[in-house]
């Protein structure tokens, strides 16, 4: 064999080697699977994930930044959404599968189901209005605690909010 040939075997060889090596630690890692991981720290560093749900504390957060809550405002707030997050209903695994191979067997249907289809839609669209509904709840029992400044302080950002959109969107 000539000199090069042998050279780029045996690169080709060493570099599979490591890859194949990297690939095996990365694997094995500390004995914990992704989800243990998430749980302990939550998605994105955030404290939820996988058994403790919701995001409603990360949008009261956002609205009220600034705000010069009162202590009695904080507590109440955190009754609120606290309140919001046990009156959820636990996900229903089952009927996420069973979402998940209706769809499957749907799309693996040589003739497409409109009708069926359709439902699936409905059924889905009908939970985000449930989700929607119940968080708009929440911000109008969080914007009855405000006072008056607040709630105007709060309406001069929204409109801040409103003039940045229309101006990226070209409106």
Request: hydrophobic share 35%; glycine share 6%; aromatic share 2%.
């Amino acid at each position: 064999m000539k000199p090069l040939a042998k050279l780029i075997a045996v690169g080709a060889i060493t570099s599979t080697a490591l890859v194949s090596t990297s690939f095996a630690i990365a694997a094995q890692g500390d004995g914990e699977s992704r989800c243990q991981k998430h749980e302990q720290r939550g998605h994105h560093g955030q404290s939820y994930h996988h058994g403790k749900r919701g995001h409603h504390g990360g949008e009261v957060r956002k609205m009220l930044r600034g705000l010069d809550l009162t202590a009695e405002q904080k507590t109440e707030i955190k009754a609120l959404v606290a309140a919001a997050h046990t009156d959820k209903p636990e996900r229903d695994l089952t009927q996420v599968e069973e979402r998940m191979a209706a769809r499957q067997a749907l799309m693996a249907n040589p003739n497409f189901d409109e009708a069926a289809a359709r439902a699936m839609i409905e059924a889905r669209q009908s939970d985000k209005a449930d989700r929607e509904l119940a968080r708009m709840k929440l911000q109008h029992d969080i914007m009855q605690l405000l006072t008056d400044e607040q709630k105007a302080k709060l309406a001069e950002r929204h409109s801040k909010r409103l003039e940045r959109f229309r101006a990226h969107h070209g409106e």
